[in-house]
């Protein structure tokens, strides 16, 4: 493990975004969704994609709180503009758990 400054994690936003729409991804090399996330008044709504289609159905993850990691450069992946990263952990299969929280948040509310 390769240990960090606070300083470092200073620098990475996380915040709590509501997703409010979900689509197919068929453009993607892996399995996928788009998804539109909302993070409240400041940040707006954002667009991100997902290899969370093993664990996940596209109804399942409306108005599912998530984290993402917001201040990422904008990333072209395939036809859509990524901008945020939706976090979340591998399981010793491959699939991905998204990281979300255990009670409702604001959108927008950021990782202290």
């Given amino acids: 493990m390769k240990y960090i400054e606070w300083n470092d994690f200073q620098k990475i936003d996380i915040r709590v975004g509501t997703i409010i729409k979900v689509e197919d991804f068929p453009e993607a090399?892996?399995?996928?969704?788009?998804?539109?996330?909302?993070f409240g008044a400041e940040l707006g709504v954002k667009k991100s994609s997902a290899q969370i289609t093993d664990l996940y159905e596209k109804k399942s993850l409306l108005g599912k709180q998530v984290l993402a990691v917001v201040n990422f450069p904008p990333k072209q992946i395939g036809p859509i503009?990524?901008?945020?990263?939706?976090?979340?952990?591998?399981?010793?299969?491959?699939?991905?758990?998204?990281?979300?929280?255990?009670?409702?948040?604001?959108?927008?509310?950021?990782?202290?």
């Fill in 81 to 112: 503009m990524s901008e945020c990263l939706v976090t979340g952990f591998h399981r010793s299969d491959g699939s991905v758990v998204l990281s979300s929280v255990d009670m409702d948040l604001p959108n927008g509310s950021k990782m202290a």
């Fill in 29 to 38: 090399h892996n399995p996928s969704y788009k998804l539109i996330i909302d």
